[in-house]
């Protein structure tokens, strides 16, 4: 068959232009997607030419999990940047076609990325890496990438390094996403000493006029218990434990933690599953003697700090005195 080239436009009735063939203006044009030509099914006759591919640039199958849809080429727009981060980088030439007489390149990008929108990348980059280091979900880090964002446009923490900031922001967005992190987990992941994520945190509350829960023993039994290899039974028992002693008021001026700990403590002395004061502390995050301070201070009402259901392997009154 004879491909003849020619071009015609139709306009219909409410203005709008489309291509048809003038000997089939009914016949529906199929399109050749590998020479972008538009050809009447009926007669053959190519009508326009030089098409613009609107679909996918590769295959992708159905059977795939990924979360990212391949079929455009080009990153996803950022809405924490300032113009959305949908900037085109023209990359540096090579040939000969791309300098002009006097060597200069002729092709060159009108607009880079401005100071602050590099600044708060970088930012991004190092709360996603330290958010992966300890296994913090997405909303999480979405949440910290706010705070950042704020916290850096109204410049109320100038002198301050972002590390430093990105840090805070993160312990901030844990506490209230409700799963609180130590300054020592976060301090961990990060380049910043505690006491300077400490300073951070408490200016960036102030700065935002903002507040978090206050942390209880609670927020981090299960995690501790899981990580030190404890049945459910000796979460419940430790659990119960450490509120019974807040209630008791037994622990006055005793962070959570160190609370946690001892709980910890006590009820894995209680039960077959005995652990040390430095494998709790190791997990805690406290000193060994942080531990037995606050032992100490719940022994003497240890048989009023168990559940009733509790079983014991050693008795209340054959437990460590410390």
Request: hydrophobic share 40%.
């Amino acid at each position: 068959m004879v491909l003849c080239y020619q071009f015609f436009f139709f306009l219909s009735l409410d203005a709008l232009p489309r291509v048809t063939c003038p000997n089939h203006p009914d016949a529906i044009l199929v399109e050749d997607y590998r020479a972008g030509d538009m050809i009447c099914p009926e007669c053959g006759l190519v009508v326009g030419d030089r098409v613009i591919d609107v679909g996918s640039e590769w295959r992708t199958f159905s059977n795939d999990k990924a979360t990212k849809d391949p079929s455009r080429v080009g990153d996803s727009q950022n809405p924490l940047l300032s113009d959305g981060d949908l900037s085109t980088m023209i990359g540096k030439g090579t040939g000969a076609a791309s300098f002009d007489e006097f060597g200069n390149s002729k092709y060159q990008n009108r607009r880079t990325m401005s100071s602050s929108d590099r600044a708060m990348m970088n930012a991004f980059k190092e709360i996603t890496t330290m958010a992966d280091r300890i296994n913090l979900p997405r909303n999480i880090v979405d949440r910290t990438n706010n705070l950042f964002k704020q916290v850096y446009e109204q410049k109320s923490l100038k002198g301050r390094a972002n590390d430093a900031i990105a840090s805070a922001c993160l312990y901030i967005a844990c506490r209230q996403e409700g799963v609180p992190r130590t300054f020592k987990e976060i301090c961990a992941v990060s380049r910043i000493s505690k006491k300077e994520i400490g300073r951070c945190f408490k200016l960036i509350l102030k700065a935002l006029e903002t507040s978090v829960d206050l942390i209880t023993t609670g927020d981090f039994m299960s995690r501790f218990c899981s990580n030190l290899c404890l049945p459910k039974q000796v979460q419940m028992a430790a659990t119960h434990i450490a509120r019974k002693a807040v209630e008791l008021d037994l622990v006055p001026g005793r962070s959570p933690i160190s609370v946690a700990a001892a709980a910890i403590y006590m009820a894995s002395q209680a039960s077959a599953e005995k652990r040390t004061q430095k494998e709790i502390g190791d997990i805690a995050g406290v000193a060994d003697v942080t531990i037995r301070q606050s032992y100490r201070l719940i022994y003497p009402r240890a048989p009023d700090l168990f559940p009733t259901d509790f079983k014991f392997d050693t008795p209340v009154d054959k437990l460590p005195q410390l």
